[in-house]
């Protein structure tokens, strides 16, 4: 399987990132994660070699990685995937992932035509970010002859949408529903390799309660160990 490298510029990842990529050691087996902060050289090597790159947009913008260097990316010729990375400080769901993607490249290319440019990048739209969350994220594993599209002879990777509940009222386009309007409340059912995992809104074969429990016990573990007093309201 590819070997995926988690490269943040900020964290002083860049001088040896350019020592890996002037000495030719990138390939279509690497996945690089966030790629904020890398230079220019870095990045076309990265491209050249066929790597894959991975982005997690909200956790980038909010634990200051870094700018998400979507457009990067796509100016490069790199389709993209979408990953969570940190579930604890922000949502994991893919409906944030590709929104965050979607309204993120769309706002650096839209200042830029407020800004008077012309021969703009072309707006991301809601089946490219669909793309992203779901055949990109296959390719970049080398799993896309499995999973990743509904095609014959793929496993039955199958989420099924709830497209009548009330935040997608009414239904006008389906891709845009899903990726603009759409959150977990709407996900119906869920088969993986074929098997119902989620039936109707619900989970199969999960024990919620004891999950919950061996959850909170591990926050106050740590939280214990660590000497902090546990406030639910603290700023």
Do not use: Y
């Amino acid at each position: 399987l590819p070997v995926a490298l988690h490269v943040v510029g900020t964290f002083g990842m860049a001088p040896t990132f350019d020592q890996l990529a002037e000495a030719g050691a990138f390939g279509p087996d690497n996945i690089f994660i966030h790629m904020t902060g890398m230079s220019d050289m870095a990045w076309r090597r990265a491209a050249d070699a066929g790597a894959h790159v991975s982005l997690a947009v909200p956790i980038e913008m909010t634990m200051r990685h870094g700018m998400p260097p979507i457009q990067k990316a796509l100016d490069l010729g790199m389709q993209p995937s979408l990953s969570s990375d940190v579930e604890c400080t922000m949502t994991a769901d893919p409906f944030t992932q590709m929104r965050g993607a979607m309204t993120l490249q769309r706002a650096f290319v839209n200042e830029r035509a407020l800004a008077g440019e012309e021969d703009l990048p072309p707006l991301l739209t809601a089946r490219d970010v669909i793309r992203f969350a779901t055949l990109e994220g296959a390719k970049g594993l080398k799993l896309d002859g499995r999973t990743g599209s509904l095609t014959p002879g793929k496993e039955a990777d199958i989420v099924l949408l709830d497209a009548g509940a009330i935040n997608v009222t009414p239904l006008n386009h389906v891709p845009g529903a899903v990726v603009t309007l759409m959150d977990r409340s709407n996900v119906d059912t869920v088969l993986v390799a074929g098997r119902v995992r989620k039936w109707q809104g619900t989970l199969l074969d999960v024990d919620l309660p004891k999950l919950r429990g061996e959850l909170e016990a591990s926050r106050d573990h740590l939280f214990e160990a660590a000497g902090i007093e546990r406030d639910l309201f603290r700023a």
